[in-house]
């Protein structure tokens, strides 16, 4: 199983000074990948609450500094040279799909061909109005974003006429590394989100969840792809793991393991929200990749 870790990104550890070093630090240390998050606002008083959250404590506090994902990837890119880069999600909805081909292709590029595309569609409906999205049709915009950035990555020439959406014929010159685009891994936990995942994703960013929580989620993707007449078992998995503060190392070691004996591709730790500083969390980063490796 490979295993990643965030990037300095959000709360205390969003120092663009930082991410540099992290990153270079990270991948020599033999992490498999380096992630990074998205989040836009933090209302006073937010339409939505974050799950398991309160009206009193609506989201984690520490989203109220949150540094631009692609710009964390594109500095990561240019520090590393083996480690996958990832998004644990972007909420492809927010963005103009034109404009997010050009900006994850470019990263491809920029990268390598180390981008692993991990999009999602949020739960906040203050974040929708924000940037004037439909929060209603968040998931027909990601299904009309993901048929967008297929013909960009693989057509000469392009149009696209859709709901939201519409490019005339234009000719593409911009190409990703990897052929035919980069991987698009979609996240969510619902029965729709999964069937997604199952008919058009490469694979799937999710959280650690109970088993057989996470057993159902994983095997209505899969019957999606039996039907969509896709191979299942060429489906990825790759987790996200939240260690809450004070979280040792043999603990997150612990649910590693347990990610891995699923059969997981991938797990990565977020260690934002459990230490206060970047090198804290390298330093306990380290010390879970290799307890994890040794057995």
Not at 29 to 51: C, E, H, M, N, Q
Request: aromatic share 6%.
């Amino acid at each position: 199983m490979q295993i990643g870790i965030a990037l300095p990104q959000y709360g205390t550890h969003a120092r663009a000074a930082a991410i540099a070093g992290f990153a270079r630090d990270a991948e020599a240390a033999g992490f498999d990948s380096l992630w990074v998050g998205d989040r836009s606002l933090t209302p006073v008083a937010p339409s939505d609450l974050y799950p398991g959250h309160t009206p009193e404590n609506p989201y984690p506090p520490e989203y109220k500094t949150f540094l631009d994902p692609l710009t964390v990837l594109t500095v990561a890119a240019t520090a590393t040279g083996r480690a996958r880069l990832g998004t644990s999600t972007l909420n492809a909805p927010w963005y103009p799909p034109l404009l997010l081909a050009r900006s994850l292709t470019s990263l491809d590029q920029v990268s390598g061909g180390r981008l692993d595309a991990g999009l999602g569609i949020g739960w906040m409906r203050d974040e929708y109005a924000a940037v004037n999205a439909d929060f209603g049709r968040r998931g027909a915009l990601l299904d009309e974003t993901l048929d967008i950035l297929q013909g960009m990555w693989t057509e000469e020439t392009f149009a696209h006429e859709g709901r939201q959406w519409t490019i005339p014929p234009s000719r593409v010159g911009l190409r990703p590394v990897q052929r035919p685009g980069p991987p698009v891994l979609l996240g969510g936990f619902s029965p729709a989100a999964m069937r997604r995942v199952g008919r058009r994703a490469d694979g799937w960013v999710g959280v650690v969840l109970p088993p057989e929580a996470h057993t159902a989620l994983w095997a209505t993707a899969r019957r999606a792809a039996e039907e969509a007449g896709r191979d299942p078992d060429a489906l990825r998995r790759c987790l996200r793991h939240n260690p809450r503060p004070g979280t040792s190392a043999e603990d997150i070691a612990t649910v590693l393991r347990g990610i891995r004996a699923t059969g997981a591709d991938g797990c990565f730790i977020d260690l934002q929200q459990c230490v206060t500083e970047p090198e804290e969390a390298l330093e306990l980063g380290i010390e879970v990749l290799e307890r994890v490796r040794a057995g």
